[in-house]
């Protein structure tokens, strides 16, 4: 009986150990990153944020996010998510557009989830 159930307890921990190797997702890293300032007739001052993301392990999905921080006062002026998939190793280009006011100086950032 005792066997059994050191079989039993064994077995257990086997199948927990391999469920557990692929808990482990993306672990994501921007490599470039770039903003442009365009005019848009329909937004008026737009900045185009362009940012190369690197998967550096296992494949999984990927939140995007570009924030367009005012150098002045330091506020959000907007921010704009996205979530994509990127397989292990591999890397993605993103493209996300946000919102300015004409006159004010910001500067962009890029966040990975």
């Given at each position: 009986m005792?066997?059994?159930?050191?079989?039993?307890?064994?077995?257990?921990?086997?199948v927990l150990a391999a469920g557990c190797t692929g808990l482990g997702?993306?672990?994501p890293r921007v490599v470039e990153d770039s903003?442009?300032?365009?005019?848009s007739l329909a937004r008026g001052l737009v900045y185009n944020v362009k940012a190369v993301i690197q998967n550096d392990w296992a494949?999984?999905?990927?939140?995007?996010?570009?924030?367009?921080?005012?150098?002045?006062?330091g506020f959000v002026?907007?921010?704009v998510s996205t979530t994509i998939f990127i397989?292990?190793?591999?890397?993605?280009?993103?493209?996300?557009?946000l919102d300015g006011d004409a006159g004010r100086e910001y500067?962009?950032?890029i966040e990975l989830s």
């Open positions: 005792g066997r059994r159930i050191l079989l039993v307890v064994m077995a257990a921990v086997l997702g993306p672990e903003a442009t300032q365009d005019l494949d999984g999905d990927v939140t995007v996010t570009a924030k367009l921080i005012d150098k002045e006062k002026r907007d921010e397989p292990s190793g591999e890397t993605r280009e993103v493209s996300l557009t500067q962009h950032s």
